[in-house]
C-alpha cells in the first residue's frame, strides 16, 4: 500500500494560505514546554464555545491534507495544536488533550475531543490518558484546565 492510497488528498478540506499559516504555527507552538504551551491556550480559547465532533473532524480532515507532517505518525502535537486554534478561528475550541496511549502502543500523545471522544484518532476515548486538558466551560464563561480524576497538570 502506498502512501498516496492511506492518506487524503493533499489540499482536501479548507486548505489554502491561512491554514497552512496556522499549521506552521503550530509547529512553533509545539517547540513551547509543556506549562506554557498549556497557559498559551488557554489563554487562546477564552471566550470560545465548545465545539461539536462534526466541525472538528472537518477541521482534522483539513490539517491532515494540508500537512503530511501533521498526518504522521510523529506529528500528534502539532496536529492537535493546528485543530485547536484552527476551531479557534471560528469561535469555537475543542477539548485539547496530551498524555499517552493506555494501551499498546504505548507512547505519549496529544489528540483533540469534541462531544466527549477523540476526533479523528484510531482507537476508544479509554485508550487514551489526559494528563493535561485545556477546555471551554458550558456557557462561554472561559477556558479552563479541566482535571479530574487522574488528571494532572505538567
Do not use: N
Not at 115 to 140: A, H, I, N, Q, Y
Amino acid at each position: 500500500m502506498t502512501t498516496e492510497m492511506t492518506m487524503p488528498a493533499r489540499g482536501a478540506g479548507r486548505g489554502g494560505i491561512a491554514l497552512r499559516a496556522v499549521i506552521a504555527l503550530a509547529f512553533l507552538l509545539a517547540r513551547l514546554r509543556p506549562g506554557r504551551l498549556r497557559k498559551l491556550l488557554t489563554l487562546i480559547s477564552r471566550g470560545a464555545r465548545p465545539a461539536h465532533h462534526a466541525e472538528v473532524l472537518e477541521v482534522y480532515q483539513a490539517v491532515v491534507g494540508t500537512s503530511r507532517r501533521c498526518a504522521g505518525w510523529y506529528g500528534c502535537l502539532p496536529r492537535s495544536i493546528a485543530i485547536a486554534l484552527v476551531c479557534r478561528l471560528s469561535g469555537t475550541w475543542p477539548d485539547w488533550c496530551a498524555g499517552v496511549r493506555s494501551s499498546p502502543p504505548f507512547a505519549a500523545h496529544a489528540w483533540v475531543e469534541a462531544d466527549g471522544g477523540p476526533v479523528g484518532e484510531r482507537g476508544r476515548s479509554e485508550d487514551f490518558r489526559p494528563l493535561m486538558t485545556v477546555t471551554v466551560r458550558e456557557g462561554g464563561s472561559g477556558a479552563g484546565d479541566r482535571r479530574g480524576p487522574g488528571r494532572r497538570g505538567a
